[in-house]
């Protein structure tokens, strides 16, 4: 195990990405790439890390393309099995962008030389399992070492953080939500594919359920949001949404995982989480931002078209689900990963043509009462919608880089309004600083409808 470090005061780099080389690496060197060094970015310095000299360098000409490579973007050798070549790595930066996953297999030791260093950290995972033992084992060392360790900053779950956001900051008083459902719909005229690891890191999640159900009975139970009125009805597995008309069934992703935790630190911290040195404008932005957040039941449903595409997805969902529990059915699951998935992932990931014309929506549906004192009413039912939507270009190498660099230039520019340290999700250390940035680069937020249903009613 790593003892704590005298943090580098002046290290020679602003970021490091680690995994440079990988599918969703080199893309989000790509997006890097055009913050470098332009006039009012705090992106400066850059370096590349990972285990393959000339496979980085490639990565930099395939990104810088059709332009040269910017001669002063550095390479470096690294390895998560070599502790030594990651607290190095650490002492040079920053801020590290890891892209190394399954982060069940890769990401600990990643983590532990940041919050060892007092270095800063994100990562684009969605393996709620890696999020939550990261939490329980690094999150007071981080404090300490006044290390910020941020995972989930990609499609997962970036914009179902900052939708939810969006969706319940819409509500205004004495106007309370009570649940928001986001639908996720997926476009392309192409078809819709996603590199192997994705889905090895699904399988892996999904063999190992009984891990996390493990870890988190044995951390102590946090208490839960204060939500008005009854929790929402369970419905039916596959339902039509009228609103969006598309079917749904339920996505077990990370997204309502790290929302929920967003809420419980909110809870603990109305105000949001101070920064270590932070101006009065930013508290003032951060507190006004806070107290128009309000928390309410989240899940999201996966949306399709057709009802073949939700029998498809369900089909996945049973393959992965009964396989990925014995051995001999996970390796079947990772050998064929295209025709247990339908076609959705692909040992060699998407074309740069299936990335370009794919794009996502995702609908955030949220229910409550136009009044909070009609929330504790007797059998009380919701009597107001509002929907809003986020939508973006593709999910996996496109939102994801952009989600990803948008907190990394959060970090670079804003540090001192940032909390010292700590193991948080996305929502509550960038929320009141990213969705301007995110909308600059292509994902927009927009209030589709504000709704009274049938007055107030009782059951
Ligand atoms: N949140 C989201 O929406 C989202 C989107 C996309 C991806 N992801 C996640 O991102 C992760 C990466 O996905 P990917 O498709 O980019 O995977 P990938 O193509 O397999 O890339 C993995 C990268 O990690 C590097 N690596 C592997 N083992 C290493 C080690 N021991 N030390 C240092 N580097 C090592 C590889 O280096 P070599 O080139 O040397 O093999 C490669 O650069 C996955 O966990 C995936 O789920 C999340």
Same mark, same amino acid.
């Given at each position: 195990?790593?003892?704590? /470090? ?16 990988? @599918? ?8 890097? *790439?055009? @913050? ?16 393959? $000299? ?6 930099? /000409? ?29 002492? +040079? ?61 990609? =499609? ?13 900051? /819409? ?8 649940? %928001? ?31 996390? +159900?493990?870890?988190?009975?044995? $951390? ?25 008309? *598309? ?9 309502? %995982? ?34 128009? %957040? ?5 899940? #999201? ?8 595409? &939700?029998?498809?997805? &369900?089909? #996945? ?10 051995? =001999?059915?996970?390796? *079947? ?8 998935? @339908? ?16 794009? =996502? ?28 939507? %986020? ?12 989600? *990803?660099? /948008? ?31 995110? +909308? ?20």
């Amino acid at each position: 195990m790593q003892t704590s /470090q005298i943090p580098n005061p002046d290290p020679l780099y602003d970021i490091i990405i680690l995994g440079a080389s990988g @599918f969703t690496g080199k893309y989000v060197v790509k997006e890097a *790439l055009k @913050f470098l060094n332009t006039p009012s970015s705090p992106l400066k310095t850059l370096a590349l890390a990972g285990r393959s $000299r000339e496979k980085l360098t490639k990565t930099l /000409q395939w990104a810088a393309h059709p332009s040269s490579p910017p001669p002063d973007v550095s390479v470096i050798i690294a390895d998560t099995t070599e502790p030594a070549s990651l607290s190095s790595l650490c002492n +040079q930066t920053k801020l590290l962008l890891n892209c190394v996953g399954p982060y069940r297999i890769h990401g600990e030791p990643v983590v532990s030389a940041c919050a060892s260093s007092g270095c800063d950290y994100l990562d684009i995972t969605g393996e709620p399992e890696f999020m939550e033992k990261i939490e329980a084992k690094y999150h007071e060392k981080a404090v300490q070492a006044g290390s910020l360790i941020v995972s989930a900053c990609g =499609f997962d779950s970036i914009p179902a953080e900052m939708g939810v956001m969006f969706n319940t900051r /819409q509500w205004e008083a004495p106007a309370v939500p009570n649940h %928001v459902t986001a639908y996720v719909s997926l476009e392309s005229d192409k078809k819709i594919v996603g590199n192997f690891a994705t889905y090895e890191s699904a399988v892996l999640g999904v063999a190992n359920m009984g891990k996390l +159900q493990e870890l988190r009975r044995s $951390r102590p139970r946090k208490p839960r949001p204060v939500i008005p009125g009854p929790p929402p009805p369970k419905g039916s597995t596959i339902e039509y949404q009228d609103q969006i008309g *598309l079917r749904t069934v339920k996505l077990p992703s990370a997204d309502a %995982v790290i929302v929920r935790r967003t809420l419980v630190t909110l809870m603990e911290n109305p105000c949001g989480l101070p920064g270590i040195n932070e101006s009065p404008e930013h508290t003032q932005k951060r507190e006004a931002y806070w107290s128009s %957040v309000k928390p309410a039941h989240f899940g #999201v449903k996966i949306a399709s078209k057709t009802l073949l595409g &939700i029998y498809r997805i &369900i089909g #996945v969902g049973i393959f992965v689900g009964v396989l990925s529990r014995f051995s =001999f059915g996970r390796w *079947l699951l990772l050998k064929f990963p295209s025709f247990f998935s @339908f076609g959705w992932f692909r040992k060699m990931g998407p074309t740069d043509e299936e990335v370009r014309s794919a794009s =996502f929506k995702m609908w955030f549906v949220g229910y409550g009462f136009s009044d909070s004192s009609l929330a504790s009413e007797r059998n009380s039912k919701p009597d107001m919608e509002i929907i809003t939507r %986020v939508t973006g270009p593709e999910i996996g190498y496109v939102t994801t880089p952009i989600s *990803l660099i /948008q907190c990394a230039l959060i970090v670079l520019s804003n540090r001192e309004n940032l909390p010292k340290g700590g193991v948080y999700t996305p929502g509550i250390v960038f929320g009141p600083d990213l969705q301007e940035g995110l +909308q600059e680069n292509g994902i927009s937020f927009d209030l589709v409808s504000k709704t009274a249903l049938r007055g107030p009613t009782t059951a």
